[in-house]
């Protein structure tokens, strides 16, 4: 059986935002990549019909995974803001157990425990108890979303890891969520920002960094 990575995040666009580079090498490697999503995201377009904008974000996650190489991704499709809610009523936790233990999961992306988005830190939460609960043996890694600079000081031990080879398709991946973003220009800067100054400090020309949290 191949190794497989899984991302678990809070909206559709997270994972390539945070962790797309590491993906799209991990996928080049030869592992299998999966994506679970907490929620839809349809609150933050108030302009767009709730439906419409699901199903718009779906396909774009989909595409976004084509891109980056991965085996698929998980909707949950819970309420923005009410994660520890409907986590308990929808039987969350079983269902991320399942599927972690059915594809053999060595390691596992997700927020930092510092987010400033409460979506993010409720999720970075639940993976925590979940992987307590099953004793789970492989690594955990935090990423951030959106902070181009980031002034926080963290104990964590960091983890750069080189996407030279893979920004291109990190930015591909981020173009799928056209929709999503008013311009695309903030995106994409924050993302080249990141990408250039990690690669900076792990000597290469793009990286992305990670906390490792287990
Ligand atoms: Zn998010």
Redesign the pocket.
Known sequence: MKESIFVI???S??QI?GPGGTLAKYAKEGKEIFTIIFSY?ETSHVWLKKKVSAEIRVKEAQNADKVIGGSGVVFFGLKEGKFFEEVKNKDIKDKVKKLLKEKKSSRIFT?VPDDV?E??RAVYKIVNEILDEINYKGDLLGFD??NAVNIRKRHLPKVYIDISSTFRIKLKALHCFKSQFLAMLPPYLGVYINAFMNGLKNDCKYAEKFYKIK
Request: proline share 0%.
């Open positions: 995040c809070a909206h666009d997270d935002l995201g927020h988005h979506d993010h979303v959106w």
